[in-house]
């Protein structure tokens, strides 16, 4: 039996800093996914929310603020929160209730509000919250990880900051005519070099912003897309949300320490080439089968690290793709056409699911203005607090 | 050090002239964790529920390091005074003989430029922030290797 089940539609608030409630930005995402789809809210069977920690008790139950925002239809609902991989755990609840023949069409929604600058963590003391202890004991920043990553790249591979600063140039580039990107501007390898320094080796133009914005996927059993006359819609091939395994020796946000490797040994993948991983091997294809990707640019340099840990190029040979141009749309693998989280930001529990809209319009070919001509198969990539990632595959 | 110096988080790390961090060993499979634990070990194939103290290697080689150009946000505790400019400072992750990498702020009067993948550090407790309580310590790692860069014209032994 077929694993796969259909993308009937995407959706999307635009990013950026709107000042209004994110209910607002998940309704009006949600009824572009309607309307994509065909499908009347009626329809859904099953609501599955994303949920936002910076909007009190209603972000907490997205799912049924979202379905009480749209008017109460009797859907099934469910919540799901795994830091930046919330929305493909959500896509994930979708999917397996429609593959166990529980649902048939459902609504997976994601949006937030974000605050200016860092994001720090909730008020209170909490001396056993790593969470809190890596800001009272370290000043240790979200940057700050983001740039232990990237010097790492520079003492190791002979990265430098120049390549960083193209990464933001071609992203920049690839988000120019997004209409849901919330920069769209051209920028140069000296405004980037010439930002200040966050965290050394990172620039301000390095690291994205956080933002508002929403995403939605409308997620229908095969049969349902084939009563509805859609007989090849584009399918979800895989949904990877799987854990570290023991010992995880990278230092992950927002740990002080890793795990010890010296009983255990050191494991065969690190953990997010284990999330690429799972996700390949559910779908039965491999990183030459992948036409683009949309992979987590938290930072310039972590999209370098996320290209090798998708196996499209070994270890240390990111910086080399990006110098020959092949991460750029036109290249042998576009990295991040929408323009990724440096055109847009980062609004946490919708983030996981832009990227699946991303694909599925890029292998619809309509992803107007930044195309991957020929797309047949898109991979997604992040990472989140918490041992939490996730990597979807997407094909038609 | 004076006598009104307390750690800034209680038994995380000795203090005295040669401090180390405070590990738990599994007494069943003797994996290390840092920060200290107790109840279940974590190793999954492992049913240990007994755990001994131990201190960690005092030196260990980077990892990777960056520092923290602006003012870190709250629950971060300035340490400079009123009026004064905040001063940057730098940050390692660093590799242990037990295989653990452990994060901690750089010794007082080192940058970024003074440390390299691979370099070694060793362990040094500094004053972290001064409460009513007096100077509250934290572990650092003091670079070994600097010789290659210029030093901050602080005093870096500790």
Redesign the interface.
């Known amino acids: 039996m077929s694993n796969d089940v259909a993308v009937l539609g995407v959706g999307m608030h635009p990013w950026g800093k709107w000042g209004k409630n994110f209910v607002t930005y998940g309704v009006h995402a949600a009824r572009a996914a309607l309307a994509d789809a065909g499908i009347p809210w009626t329809d859904v069977d099953l609501i599955v929310g994303g949920e936002t920690v910076r909007n009190g008790y209603g972000g907490y139950v997205a799912g049924a603020t979202f379905a009480q925002a749209l008017g109460w239809n009797g859907a099934s609902v469910a919540t799901s929160y795994a830091a930046c991989a919330t929305g493909a755990q959500a896509l994930d609840t979708a999917r397996a209730r429609i593959l166990a023949g529980l649902c048939e069409v459902a609504l997976v929604v994601g949006a937030d509000t974000t605050p200016k600058g860092f994001l720090a963590p909730n008020a209170g003391e909490r001396w056993d919250d790593p969470d809190w202890l890596r800001f009272r004991l370290l000043g240790m920043t979200n940057p700050a990880y983001f740039a232990l990553y990237a010097r790492r790249r520079m003492d190791l591979y002979g990265a430098t900051q120049a390549d960083f600063a193209q990464v933001k140039v071609k992203n920049a580039k690839h988000g120019l005519h997004n209409p849901n990107a919330r920069y769209r501007k051209e920028v140069s390898a000296h405004d980037v070099l010439s930002s200040a320094v966050v965290s050394d080796p990172l620039h301000l133009l390095d690291i994205c912003a956080t933002s508002d914005g929403a995403a939605a996927v409308i997620l229908t059993s095969v049969d349902y897309a084939r009563r509805h006359g859609i007989a090849a819609p584009v399918k979800v091939k895989a949904v990877s949300t799987v854990t570290p395994t023991f010992p995880n020796t990278v230092m992950d946000m927002p740990n002080l320490s890793t795990d010890s490797s010296a009983v255990a040994g050191v494991p065969a993948r690190t953990f997010k080439e284990s999330i690429a991983h799972a996700a390949y091997e559910e779908a039965g294809i491999g990183p030459e089968d992948v036409s683009l990707a949309e992979v987590y640019d938290l930072s310039t340099a972590l999209e370098l690290d996320w290209i090798e840990d998708l196996g499209l190029c070994k270890r240390g040979e990111a910086e080399t793709l990006l110098r020959a141009g092949d991460t750029t749309i036109g290249g042998r693998i576009p990295v991040n056409p929408s323009g990724g989280l440096a055109c847009f930001g980062e609004a946490v529990p919708a983030q996981a699911l832009a990227q699946v809209c991303e694909v599925t319009w890029q292998l619809r070919g309509q992803a107007d203005g930044r195309q991957v001509e020929g797309a047949r198969v898109g991979v997604t990539a992040n990472q989140g607090l918490f041992g939490h990632g996730s990597s979807v595959i997407l094909a038609v | 050090m004076t006598q009104a110096s307390t750690p800034?988080?209680e038994g995380w790390f000795t203090t005295g002239d040669s401090p180390a961090l405070i590990g738990s060993r599994c007494t069943a499979?003797?994996?290390?964790?840092?920060?200290r634990t107790a109840g279940f070990c974590?190793?999954?194939?492992c049913a240990g529920e007994s755990f001994e103290e131990v201190e960690l290697s005092r030196r260990g080689r980077i990892?990777?390091?960056?520092?923290?150009?602006?003012?870190?946000?709250?629950?971060?505790?300035p340490t400079h005074a009123d009026g004064e400019a905040y001063a940057p400072?730098a940050?390692a992750?660093v590799e242990l003989?037990?295989?653990?990498?452990?994060?901690?702020?750089v010794a007082d009067g080192y940058g970024?430029d003074d440390l390299?993948?691979?370099d070694e550090v060793e362990l040094v407790v500094e004053t972290?922030y001064t409460d009513e309580t007096g100077d509250r310590l934290?572990w650092r790692w003091l670079p070994l290797d600097a010789g290659h860069a210029t030093e901050l014209g602080q005093e870096a032994d500790a």
């Not at chain 2, 974590?42 to 194939?45: D, E």
């Not at chain 2, 990892?63 to 505790?77: G, L």
């Not at chain 2, 003989?97 to 702020?105: K, S």
């Open positions: 800034a988080i499979c003797t994996t290390v964790f840092f920060p974590r190793n999954p194939v990892w990777s390091y960056t520092d923290a150009q602006y003012q870190p946000p709250p629950p971060y505790i400072f940050l992750a003989a037990e295989g653990i990498t452990v994060l901690g702020q970024v390299r993948v691979g972290l934290i």
